[in-house]
């Protein structure tokens, strides 16, 4: 009877572990591939780079994003939000209007550093395009991705598409050992206790329908990195469907990046409080 | 129903269940002969989920993909695109 009890326990715990293991691993093989057919011409993506002191970086991301826009053919822009940076990031962005020109390229500064979600709505009264890019200007997010999001969009009309480095061909470059475990831990503490429906929570390269991402910022209270975690749960929250395509994050070519303790903090204080409200 | 009410529902339910085992309300044959097992069951289920819980986060540190070529193509990028760039007319600080 003792050795019945105990067998039915392992056997158990082979059930849940087996599955979870290696899950969402071969979900997404058939991102990429998909939707090339159907390029509906009034379709505009609008491609939001908030920026702040940038001005190594964003003639990179730009001359980037140019590349892979015109060789996958989909109608673009791209909206610099420059938050004042004293770096000189908005000579840039005037030289690159120079270049791409100004039906291409916009540049719609603020006066003084305000917060990621404020940056978003400032952006998109400026988007003519009806789907709105998000991606960070520093580098970690690769513009090649941004046509196999619009594929991923279109094959299902995914109302949100996000970016992942926790499936499939997804990853990250330069992260440690106690990075990844923090990451990979705090990541699947927030699976068990919000069952998000999306993989990667923190990450900011996104794609999202234009009214859709209008409500998502409207309903949205925290700041920071946060924030990003509480768009894609009231995502799920408000019922919109969430696709995601595996992206490599390359963690900072220039410049350095952090994890502190004060990032730890506000990231459980967050998780908490949406536990607790959605 | 928010996520915090659904977790106070299901372990209230499992709660309810393990108390009338171990205060005998509902008789079992299988809790008589084990009584303790019984008693430390939620203990058990706990410590075995968290077992589980260290194996799957550090198999996935483990498998976390070094995207390696990426990053080195990206390198290749950027000096590809200062060089377009200054040939454009753009002008590096």
Known sequence: ?278 | MTKLLEWVAVLGALGAVWLSLVTNTVEFGFVRQYPTAVFYSPVIFVGLFGIYAIIVVLYRVFTFNDCEKAAAELQEEIVEARADLAKLGFRFK
């Open chain 1, 1 to 278: 009877m003792r050795n019945y009890f105990f067998g039915l326990l392992a056997i158990l715990l082979f059930a849940v572990l087996i599955p979870n293991l290696k899950r969402d691993e071969n979900k997404f093989e058939n991102s990429g591939k998909m939707g090339k057919e159907s390029k509906s011409s009034e379709d505009k993506y609008s491609i939001l780079l908030p920026t702040y002191n940038e001005v190594e970086n964003l003639p990179i991301i730009v001359w980037l994003i140019v590349k892979y826009m015109e060789k996958s053919g989909y109608n673009y822009e791209v909206i610099i939000i420059d938050d004042g940076s004293p770096d000189g990031t908005q000579d840039a962005a005037k030289q690159l209007q120079k270049i791409y020109g100004e039906n291409k390229i916009l540049l719609k500064p603020r006066e003084k550093k305000l917060g990621l979600g404020t940056a978003y709505i400032h952006g998109m009264k400026h988007a003519s395009g009806n789907f709105i890019l998000i991606m960070d200007a520093d580098l970690s997010h690769h513009p090649k991705f941004i046509p196999q999001f619009i594929e991923k969009q279109k094959s299902k009309d995914y109302d949100v598409v996000s970016g992942t480095r926790y499936v499939g061909s997804g990853g990250v470059y330069g992260w440690d050992f106690r990075r990844k475990l923090i990451s990979r831990g705090a990541n699947f503490l927030t699976q068990l206790l919000l069952r998000p429906g999306a993989s990667d929570l923190t990450g900011s390269f996104r794609l999202y329908k234009k009214d859709v991402l209008e409500k998502l910022i409207k309903s949205c209270v925290s700041k920071g990195y946060v924030f990003q975690m509480e768009m894609i749960v009231r995502a799920r929250q408000f019922n919109y469907t969430v696709g995601e395509v595996p992206i490599t994050f390359v963690d900072r070519v220039y410049g350095e990046s952090k994890l502190g303790g004060s990032e730890i903090f506000q990231f459980a204080k967050a998780l908490l409080y949406l536990f607790a409200t959605t």
